[in-house]
């Protein structure tokens, strides 16, 4: 439900923005408060673990379907693991084919790609630590942030270059980060270095995230669309280059009417 709402919420945005501004908003805080309460219920529903961008990833390997699809050989044919798609010789009396050989200049790739590490066989309930304290708190924080900040916007919607809304909002997001990297350098065993492979990656996605709110608010009201018109304007009338500015104008208007248009929860 949480994603088919993310894949439908610009299109909701529209339709409601037909009927007016302000019941415009008053859909964009409904659509964010669901999409909040799906989060919470998978913060619980999940023993407190941190959530995921998306909120249910797939992995590349089943442990638990290792063995189960691991197929027995009588010993008079090629394993899986030993076929090619590219086979150069098969051998005339036992018809058992000869793999091609790797790139040499390419070995090391090769050689990774048959290797499974620690957090590809690791169940799933260890791929992430569970958040507690003060944790949980910057991570219920984290999840109500986008609710928060379209409240703001909604109560300073005749105002689009105040920036209480935008400092609101940074504020929440920023500070639920800091949280909850202190709160896993003092339980964690290693502090960050602690840390599985998932959460590194769901913490660096969660930093370029930050970069989404100069696109936001006052800060795109006052800074950055003066900043994309200037671009724009030097692309006007030059061949290929121009086609790149319309390109960018076309994603302005949606940048400049639409709340989730740069939504990233």
Known sequence: MLQMIQYTELLIEMAAKRRGDRFRWRIVVLVESVKALCRLFLLRLTNRRPLLTPPLPEREVDPSAMEESRPHF??????PSE??????????RTGLSMPSLPDPADISNYLLSKVLTADDVKPPKALLHRVKGKGEMAEILFILRPV???????RWKGDRRSWKPWLIGLAIEYGA????????QERLAGG???LTGLEREEFRKRAW????WTMRGAFYENITKAWIHSITASLRGKPLLDMA?????????????????????
Do not use: C, H
């Open 245 to 265: 500015g319309g390109v960018i104008e076309d994603y302005e208007f949606l940048w400049n009417e639409y709340y989730f248009s740069t939504a990233t929860l």
């Open 83 to 92: 076929r090619s798609d590219n086979m150069d010789w098969t051998m005339p």
């Open 74 to 79: 009588d010993g008079t044919e090629t394993p």
């Open 209 to 212: 995230s930050l970069g989404w």
């Open 177 to 184: 980060r800091q949280v909850a990297k202190r709160d896993f």
């Open 192 to 194: 960050l270095r602690g």
């Open 148 to 154: 928060i900040y379209a409240l703001a916007m909604q």
